[in-house]
């Protein structure tokens, strides 16, 4: 597997040997200072280009990167909207199992970015013509401190949807479960898990991509609760689950409102918990709900 330096020194040597790239920035998990490093990070690369239809044009010319084990032309997705006279990118993953994932784009298009984006590191200009931008940061990421309606939206849309889990345990209708539970109920406990989070920390980290870094700062008890809020193609366990999701949740609310003052709708959750329990164990031949 080619090294750091070596793949910092190709992605730059193709740049300064080709007038048509003007300068190379660098964006995503190696330009956070927060990010835990390993092997599997991605070489996120953004060149600077007169114009973008030439390298789309080429078939041949990322090559120079490397031997290609598969990849994708996101730009060419028909489920994907495209401006690629500004924008291009080849998402490559390499026989060594180094990753690159590279956009050529327009001096225009990278002002822009390079200002909106606060993880963006500039590597190479050769003409000074990208904005002057501080040291990469992932402040934009950090957990942001709820007002009480925000907190209050959290903790109904929580307790709302445990009313679709309860209808698709009852029918058995596992993979109807798996996706209410893991897009729509997660994420509120996943928000308010990060709401103590920030709490613990003044709200100055970033929990990363679906939570992935909330072991950190939770204590390994919590931790351990949470991954056991996961479960698999059985009914019993999926409720098991749930009910340990209903607990984290309203142990993490009730803490997070005291901190805020604000108050917790307790008679919406037990509403809510009730229903729950009470449809799951309803006979599968049930004519009426109460």
Not at 114 to 119: P, T
Not at 136 to 159: G, R, S
Not at 239 to 266: H, P
């Amino acid at each position: 597997m080619r090294s750091e330096k070596e793949m910092y020194e190709l992605i730059l040597n193709i740049a300064n040997d080709d007038s048509r790239i003007q300068a190379v920035y660098m964006n995503g998990s190696r330009t956070n200072p927060n990010a835990l490093k390993d092997l599997f990070q991605d070489y996120d690369i953004v060149y600077v280009v007169n114009e973008t239809l030439s390298f789309i044009e080429d078939k041949d010319w990322i090559k120079n990167f490397g031997e290609i084990l598969y990849m994708q032309y996101p730009d060419e997705s028909p489920n994907c909207e495209s401006d690629k006279a500004n924008c291009y990118g080849w998402l490559m993953q390499f026989t060594d199992g180094n990753r690159i994932d590279l956009h050529v784009v327009t001096l225009e298009y990278a002002k822009k970015d390079v200002l909106a984006d606060k993880l963006c590191q500039i590597l190479l200009d050769k003409n000074n013509i990208l904005p002057i931008i501080p040291p990469a940061t992932d402040e934009d990421h950090h957990i942001k401190k709820p007002n009480e309606a925000q907190y209050l939206a959290v903790c109904n849309e929580f307790w709302w949807c445990t009313n679709n889990l309860a209808k698709g345990l009852w029918r058995k209708e596992l993979p109807y479960v798996q996706d209410m539970t893991n897009f729509c109920v997660r994420k509120q406990l996943e928000k308010m898990l990060s709401f103590k989070i920030g709490l613990l920390t003044n709200f100055s980290v970033s929990i990363g991509k679906s939570g992935k870094y909330m072991h950190r700062w939770l204590t390994e008890k919590e931790w351990q609760t949470y991954l056991a809020t996961y479960f698999g193609s059985n009914t019993e366990e999926a409720f098991k689950a749930i009910i340990t999701m209903c607990d984290l949740f309203e142990e993490t609310a009730l803490f997070v409102g005291s901190k805020l003052g604000y108050t917790y709708n307790i008679k919406e959750a037990k509403a809510a918990r009730s229903f729950l329990e009470h449809v799951y164990n309803l006979p599968s031949d049930a004519n009426e709900i109460y």
